[in-house]
């Protein structure tokens, strides 16, 4: 796009065309702002640290369900009117902060079946959390649970989000 921004303007400086030329190297100035822009973004979001993994427990800190991430977005993304019916605005951290798609255990809410969560509503256990979580997706998703009670994304997943495979060193009971 910019290269050919680029002919046209030398096309209307060889012809004498001044008001063009003029106008397409504005237009090109803002082109140019633009792709820097959105060059520094991708180089944010690319680098943005993420405070939970695929498969690892969680629960919500006001609806109080456990969960467990399956899917995580740099910042909100769904869009205005969603936004604000959830009060993504009135959050401490607002939409720029990661977001994370949740498996919700059917036991604890049946009719919820996957959640987009702030980082900040997120809670991490205390410790290894090996008791009972179910939902249908599981068998797609993950390979089984760790050591940790956390889940073992498939490789595919890791792949979509560009994450290692965390893994845990098993727990020695004799120690």
């Given at each position: 796009m910019i290269r050919l921004r680029w002919v046209n303007l030398q096309k209307a400086v060889e012809v004498e065309n001044y008001a063009l030329a003029a106008e397409l190297r504005d237009e090109i100035n803002k082109l140019e702002a633009e792709y820097l822009a959105a060059s520094a973004n991708a180089l944010v979001y690319e680098n943005i640290q993420y405070a939970f993994r695929l498969g690892?427990?969680?629960?919500?800190?006001?609806?109080?369900?456990?969960?467990?991430?399956?899917?995580?977005?740099p910042v909100c993304c769904i869009s205005s009117s969603l936004r604000e019916s959830a009060c993504i605005d009135k959050l401490t951290r607002g939409s720029n902060q990661p977001f994370y798609q949740v498996l919700v255990d059917v036991h604890?809410?049946?009719d919820l079946l996957v959640a987009y969560v702030p980082e900040e509503n997120l809670l991490a256990p205390d410790g290894p959390n090996k008791g009972r979580f179910d939902h249908p997706y599981l068998s797609f998703l993950f390979y089984g649970m760790d050591a940790a009670g956390d889940f073992i994304p498939i490789k595919q997943l890791r792949e979509k989000y560009n994450?290692?495979?965390h893994?845990?060193?098993?727990i020695d009971e004799d120690a």
């Open positions: 690892q427990k969680g629960r919500h800190k006001v609806f109080v369900y456990s969960g467990v991430i399956c899917g995580m977005d604890v809410d049946p994450r290692p495979r893994e845990v060193p098993p």
